[in-house]
C-alpha cells in the first residue's frame, strides 16, 4: 500500500514559500547562524522506484520535517533574541547621540534668542539717542 506522501510534500514547499523554512547550509555559509541549534537537518532524498522506497521516503520525509520545524523555530528565536539586543544597543546609542544634538540645538537657539533680543535692544536705545 503505498503511503499518502504528496500532501506532505506539497506542504513542505508551501512553507517554505512562505519563508517558514530556512534556507539550506550550503546556501548559508556566509550567512549568521543560530549556533546554540545544532546542525541544520539534511533533507533526505526520495526513492520512487518501488512502493516500499516510496513508503521509506515518506517517513524520512515525515522525520525530516518534524527536525526542520523544530531547528527552524530554535533559529527563529535566536534571531530574534539578537535582533532584540541590537535593536536595544542601537536605540540607547541613538539615544545618546539624539540627547547631544538636541542639546546643541537649543543652546543655539537659545544663544539666538538672547543675541536677537540684545540686538534689538540696542537698535531701539541707538534710534532714541539719534532723535
Given at each position: 500500500m ?68 523544530t ?12 535582533e ?23 543652546r ?24
Amino acid at each position: 500500500m503505498i503511503r499518502k506522501g504528496f500532501y506532505l510534500i506539497a506542504g513542505l514547499a508551501a512553507a517554505q514559500l512562505c519563508g517558514i523554512l530556512v534556507l539550506p547550509a550550503q546556501a548559508a555559509d556566509k550567512m549568521w547562524t543560530a549556533s546554540a541549534c545544532g546542525a541544520e537537518p539534511v533533507a533526505p532524498s526520495v526513492e520512487v522506484s518501488s512502493v516500499d522506497k516510496y513508503n521509506a521516503s515518506v517517513d524520512k520525509v515525515s522525520a525530516y520535517e518534524k527536525a526542520a520545524r523544530t531547528y527552524n523555530s530554535c533559529v527563529a528565536k535566536a534571531a530574534v533574541k539578537e535582533e532584540t539586543a541590537i535593536s536595544n544597543e542601537a536605540r540607547e546609542k541613538i539615544a545618546h547621540i539624539h540627547e547631544g544634538s538636541s542639546t546643541v540645538q537649543k543652546r543655539i537657539a537659545g544663544n539666538f534668542t538672547k543675541l536677537t533680543t540684545a540686538l534689538k535692544a540696542g537698535g531701539s536705545k541707538l534710534q532714541k539717542a539719534e532723535h
